[in-house]
């Protein structure tokens, strides 16, 4: 089998990335574009040693749970990779993603529930990030095609917020306009490298962020002005970020125009978002996400709740009025002002933010014999480190709530968290990402008496 070969394959299972896995002759091999219960015929992308790659060429017979996608950029480019498939079924696929992963674990006894889906899967993202690229003498504006920097110009990205999209072709065209120079890869030159738009779906706010190699950009004001002109846009943002590098946003922001924040609302609270915090990207499932996270944690008002990796604050926040103390523990610390921020403009008392790292702020706590009620865990993909497990083992919070977006080390922590005596309630996964092959849960913890 060589690169480019084409045969005809049935697709046997689907990988939580959304391949479907063909084997041939006890070969795996992981087909783009391809569902479990497929006849395919498919083209060889790449030969390993273990496995290669396919794209699918042609659905010979397809499966009941496709649907029907109209543009395969939205495939190509990874933004939606799970869009071939009903979304019902993404849903369940979402559900069987934990069920496979706890069984690794041997924690087959825990109970999945379904994943809390949305009305309308589309248009729900908040925040976009889009790169600006010269092609053939023109500003375009898209999404890198899979696995390269080949820029695939789109404008309309299928799961943004409509506004944010409109709003991304008015300023690549403002930057037109005044030819400003997109940046270049190859020879690391050009000014403009990324628009960013963050917006508050709640307040209708906008804030543009034009990220930029360097600080000096001909023309700025007048295109400040007129990006601030446009409806809606309460804040733009320079950032500066002048390395050859994949990383987005420089360290270095300048407020151009207006607020050098947005506002949001969750759940009856007002939230200050910087261009650098962490925001969830999806705000009415965010709005259930928290509410099952609240019910969980089932409070009675005499609590000490630690907010664990807490962004902006926006757990601890919500669950303060039914707590007696809110305490937040987050790494970066323009996060952490904006969280304690949010609790000064929501009237909230009884809720204090500190910067650290959880498992060392833990660690100290539970050297110092701190006692705590409810714990929060909101951890990024690499879940919880092994020295804040251990230092749960000193403090045993009677609850904890484990909200994960990868559900590997969520089963690993699950694993360990029962290893030192924790019983595990139901899991609720909730789709925070819909058309992508990202699986958000919530995780209900209890010490055992
Ligand atoms: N709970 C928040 C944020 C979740 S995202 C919300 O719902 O919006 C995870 C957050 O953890 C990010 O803000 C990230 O900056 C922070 N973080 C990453 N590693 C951390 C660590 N070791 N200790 C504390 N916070 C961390």
Redesign the pocket.
């Known amino acids: 089998m060589k690169k480019n070969d084409q045969l005809i394959a049935d697709i046997l299972d689907l990988t939580y990335e959304g391949n479907g896995i063909a084997k041939i002759d006890g070969y795996p091999l992981f087909v783009e574009n391809a569902l479990p219960g497929e006849k395919v015929k498919l083209q060889i992308l790449k030969v390993g040693k273990d496995y290669g790659f396919a794209k699918t060429l042609e659905i010979i017979e397809p499966s009941p749970d496709r649907q029907e996608v109209k543009d395969s950029r939205y495939i190509q480019t990874g933004i939606a990779p799970l869009l071939f498939l009903k979304y019902d079924k993404q849903l369940e696929f979402k559900k069987k993603q934990i069920e496979n992963v706890l069984a690794k674990q041997s924690l087959n006894d825990i109970r999945v529930l379904d994943t809390v889906g949305m009305k309308n899967p589309f248009n729900y993202r908040n925040k976009a990030q889009i790169p600006v690229r010269e092609i053939d003498g023109k500003l375009q504006t898209g999404f890198y095609r899979r696995h390269s920097h080949d820029l695939v110009p789109m404008e309309n990205f299928l799961i943004q917020d409509d506004g944010i999209d409109e709003l991304i072709v008015m300023v690549r065209d403002i930057l037109s306009k005044y030819h400003v120079k997109a940046y270049d890869e190859a020879t690391n030159s050009g000014q403009i490298r990324n628009i960013m738009i963050r917006k508050g779906h709640f307040t209708n706010q906008y804030m543009v962020v034009l990220v930029t190699t360097r600080e000096k950009i001909s023309a700025l004001n007048a295109i400040v002005d007129e990006i601030s002109a446009l409806d809606n846009v309460v804040s733009v943002v320079q950032n500066i970020n002048p390395n050859k590098t994949n990383v987005l946003l420089g360290k270095k922001n300048k407020t151009l125009r207006g607020f050098p924040y947005i506002e949001d609302k969750i759940l009856g609270n007002t939230y200050r978002i910087s261009p650098n915090?962490?925001?969830?990207v999806n705000p009415v499932q965010?709005e259930k996400?928290?509410q099952i996270a609240i019910d969980k944690a089932d409070l009675k008002g005499k609590e000490v709740v630690v907010?664990?990796?807490?962004?902006?604050?926006?757990?601890g926040l919500t669950m303060a009025k039914r707590a007696k103390k809110v305490e937040g523990?987050?790494?970066?610390e323009a996060?952490v002002k904006d969280a304690n921020r949010n609790a000064t403009v929501n009237h909230i008392g009884n809720a204090k933010y500190q910067v650290?790292?959880?498992?060392?702020?833990l660690r100290d706590w539970a050297h110092d014999g701190k006692k705590i009620d409810v714990l929060?865990v909101?951890?990024?993909r690499k879940g919880l480190?092994k020295s804040l497990i251990d230092a749960l083992a000193t403090i045993k919070p009677k609850k904890m709530v484990y909200?994960s977006?990868n559900p590997a080390t969520l089963a690993r922590d699950l694993r360990l968290l029962t290893d030192i005596d924790y019983s595990v309630g139901s899991i609720t996964p909730v789709d925070m990402f819909p058309m992508t092959n990202h699986v958000e849960s919530v995780t209900l913890l209890t010490l055992n008496d």
């Open positions: 915090s962490f925001y969830q965010t996400l928290y907010d664990a990796y807490s962004g902006i604050g926006t757990i523990i987050e790494i970066v996060a650290g790292k959880a498992e060392t702020v929060m909101d951890p990024p480190d909200i977006c």
